[in-house]
C-alpha cells in the first residue's frame, strides 16, 4: 500500500511538472522509506541523497510535495528526511554540481537550515493540550468559543475574518488560539497554519529588515500561510515600521479569503500607537470578549483541573479556592497548585483546614488594598512599581501615578494625606491637582478613559462589586 501511494505521488508529481528538468534532476533520487503511525500524525521517512537534495526540496518543492501527498493521504501527517548517502551517476553528479553553482549563497544557507523539515513547521509551536474539549465554558467565555470553534470548522467564513479575542490576561485567549490551530490541523491537513507571537512577529520582522530579507519574511507570513494566529496583538502598537508590515499582511490574507484570528489584552479602539488603518481592519471582523469567570464556573474549571491532573481534591476544598482565587484564571490553577504542594510536602490529605492555612492570605485579600492599586496600576502601564512611587516628573510616570491616585480615592476612600504618603509623602495638594486633573481628562483624552475603565474591570473582578 505504501508503495503504491508514493509511486502515485511522484507520477502525479512529475506529470504536472514534466517542462521542469531541475525537478526531475532533484525529485528522481528521493524515495519513500516507510509510513509510520505518530501520535502527531503519518511520519513519511523519505530517503534523499545528500542534505544538498534536502536543502533543495525543502527550499522550493516542499509545498507541491506536501499537497500531492495531501491529496492522497487523508489523514494528518509529517515528513522527515532522512540521508541515505547512495551516489549518483557521473552525469547526475554534474548536473547536480552545476545547479548548486546555480543557487545563490546555497553553501551558506545550507550550514543554517535544520536538519529536520516537515510540514508541521509553521504549527510545531501550537500546545496541545490546548483544545475546544480541554476548555471550559462558561458565561464569560460563551461567546469567545462559540465564534472560534464555528471558525475552526469553517475557516475563511465571511463575518468571522478577523475574529479578535480579547480579555485581561489569564482569561484563556490563547488557549482558544491553540484550540483553533489543533482542530484544524486535525480537520484540514492541507490547511497551513502558522501560530505566532505578536513579539516574535515583531522580532522576525525588524530581524528581516536589518539583514534585507523581507522577501522571506513575507514568503513565511502570506505566501505560507492559510491560518495566522497572533497573540498579544497589543504589543504590535510600539513599532510603526512592523505595524507597516503587518497592514500588508491582513490585506494580502483577506484578499484570500485565508483566516486571521488574534488576540489582545485590549480592544483594538485601546492600543496604545495602533494605527487606525489596522484598528478599522481589526474591527472589521467579529470581536469576542473574555472576562473573569464567575464562581460557579471557577468551580467548574478548577474541578476538571483537579480530575485532569489526578489530584483528590474535596468539594468544599474546591469551592473556598475559587472563591478567593478572583484575578484569573492562572492564578486559579495557581492556588490548586500551591495546596497540592503543601500536601505533599506534609504528607497530609487536602481538606479545608489545609486550604484556609495555604491561602489564608489571599481569603484576606478579597479586600481591595492601596497596595493592590498601586501593583495593578504599574502593571497596566508597564512601569516599575518603585518608579510609580517616585518623584520621577517622566510623563508616562506621572499619567500612571495620577490614575492610581484616582482609582485609590474612587475605590478605597482615603484621605488626601493618606493617599500622599504611599506615594513617597506628597503633599495633599499635589494630590488635589492630580485627582482634578484625570477628572478633566478623562473627558478629552479617550485612550486614557480606556486605561481607567480597564483598571476598573479588574478592580470589579477582585472586588466583586
Partial sequence: MNSSLWESVKGNLKAKNSGNKLIQTWFDPMELLSIEPTDKGSKFRLGVPSDLHKYWITENFFDRLCSEISAQHK??????????????SDSESAQLELAFKEMPDTQEALAKKPLISNNSSFTDSLNRDYTFSTFVVGRNSEFAHASSFNIAQNPGTDGYNPLFICGPTGMGKTHLLNAVGNHIRGTFPNLRICY????????????SIRRNEMDKFRLKYRDRCDILLVDDIHILGKTEAV????????????????????????????????EDRIRTRLEWGLIADIQMPDLETRVAILRYKAERRSIKVPEDVISYISRVSKRSIRELEGNLTRVKMYAELRGLEINPALAKEVLGPNEERTD????????????????????LKSKSRARPIVTARHVCMYL?????????????????????????HALQRIEDQQQTNPELRNDIEELERIIQNITGV
Fill in 75 to 88: 489523514n494528518p501527517f509529517y515528513i522527515e528526511f532522512v540521508i541515505t548517502g547512495k551516489t549518483s
Fill in 408 to 432: 485609590i480615592k474612587k475605590y478605597l476612600n482615603k484621605s488626601l494625606t493618606e493617599i500622599g504618603r504611599v506615594f513617597g509623602g506628597k503633599d495633599h495638594t499635589t494630590v488635589i
Fill in 243 to 274: 505595524q507597516e508590515e503587518f497592514f500588508h499582511t491582513l490585506n494580502d490574507l483577506f484578499e484570500r479569503k485565508r483566516q486571521v484570528i488574534v488576540a489582545s489584552d485590549k480592544m483594538p479602539r485601546e492600543i496604545k500607537g495602533l
Fill in 368 to 387: 481591595l488594598t492601596t497596595d493592590e492599586i498601586q501593583r495593578l496600576t504599574a502593571e497596566h502601564f508597564r512601569i516599575r512599581l518603585v518608579d
Fill in 196 to 207: 505566532v507571537s505578536a513579539e516574535r512577529f515583531l522580532n522576525e520582522c525588524i530581524s
